[in-house]
């Protein structure tokens, strides 16, 4: 089992930058494939982006390609998700998720666990 806090949620201006952290409990972060998805008022949670157990393989949302960047660091059980050049579309309550089997990470029913999600607003 792994337990899932993210942080480094706020509020920023369009065209700002944010980044989000997932820290992780456990000692084998590594063995979970992980992903970060986000859900905007009135909206269905959606996929944003995901990194393989190694972090050699990376997928993204078309929305976020080229703006956001997700990482992770295996000493540090955690993992980021920098978000540049933020637009008003981008507020949502991000949420970290983690998985120890599924090779399908932009999938959010895949995950076992979730964290509580951190909120981020950029305002126009």
């Known amino acids: 089992q792994v337990q899932l806090v993210e942080s480094g949620g706020g509020l920023v201006q369009a065209g700002g930058s944010l980044r989000l952290s997932c820290a992780a409990s456990g000692r084998t972060f590594s063995s979970y494939g992980m992903g970060w998805f986000r859900q905007a008022p009135g909206k269905e949670r959606e996929f944003v982006a995901a990194?393989?157990?190694?972090?050699?393989?990376?997928y993204y949302a078309d929305s976020v390609k080229g703006r956001f960047t997700i990482s992770r660091d295996n000493a540090k059980n955690t993992v980021y998700l920098q978000m540049n050049s933020l637009k008003p579309e981008d507020t949502a309550v991000y949420y970290c998720a983690a998985d120890l089997k599924t090779t399908r990470l932009w999938v959010a029913t895949e995950y076992d666990y979730w964290g509580q999600g951190t909120q981020v607003t950029v305002s126009s």
């Open positions: 990194i393989s157990r190694s972090g050699g393989t990376t």
